[in-house]
């Protein structure tokens, strides 16, 4: 019976893998703004605003990021589609979804789900992405500069990449 299911677990890992990619993505895009607004910041401080943002739920970044920012209303949409699809993923599918992993005639269903779900993801996480690119090349950081200051900050606090 697992194997069957092996192609529903393929597919539900890569949708909750985009999930945390969105929501590490966010709390990227809410330090690129701080940097914006205050400038160019230590690594001890680029280190503590990456733990306060880590502390905070995903829909707790998203009040952030309003707070900081407008967006168009598509992404809007796709931003809080996102966060719907990881809040599911994360905290209730098995409880509303556990009668169709009991048979596996529901597992194509369910994998068509989690593809929806992962685009979903995604999508928005590509607007996440295309905000923090545009954010550092208004505060002047090109992209090899940030990459260059995410691995000091990765070797600096033990983080492995």
């Known amino acids: 019976m697992d ?29 690129s703004l701080d940097r914006l607004i205050q400038g160019n910041l230590t690594v001890e401080a680029l280190f503590a605003l990456d733990e306060k943002y880590s502390r905070l739920t995903m829909g707790q970044l998203l009040v ?18 996102g966060l719907n699809n990881r809040n599911f993923l994360i ?10 992993l009991i048979s596996e005639m529901n597992i194509d269903k369910m994998v068509n789900r989690m593809d929806e779900m992962r ?24 992209q090899e500069f940030v990459e260059q200051e995410h691995i000091k900050l990765l070797n600096k606090y033990g983080r492995k990449e």
Do not use: M, W
């Open 3 to 31: 194997d069957e299911y092996d192609i529903f677990y393929l597919a539900f890992g890569k949708a909750v893998l985009a999930a945390q990619g969105f929501e590490f993505n966010l709390g990227t895009l809410l330090i």
């Open 64 to 81: 952030q990021l309003r707070t900081k920012i407008s967006v168009s209303k598509s992404i809007e949409e796709r931003l809080k589609e």
């Open 91 to 100: 905290h209730r599918f098995y409880s509303e979804e556990a009668e169709c």
């Open 119 to 142: 685009q979903s993801l995604l999508n928005a996480d590509s607007d996440v992405k295309a905000l923090i690119l545009g954010i550092d090349n208004i505060s002047g950081f090109p």
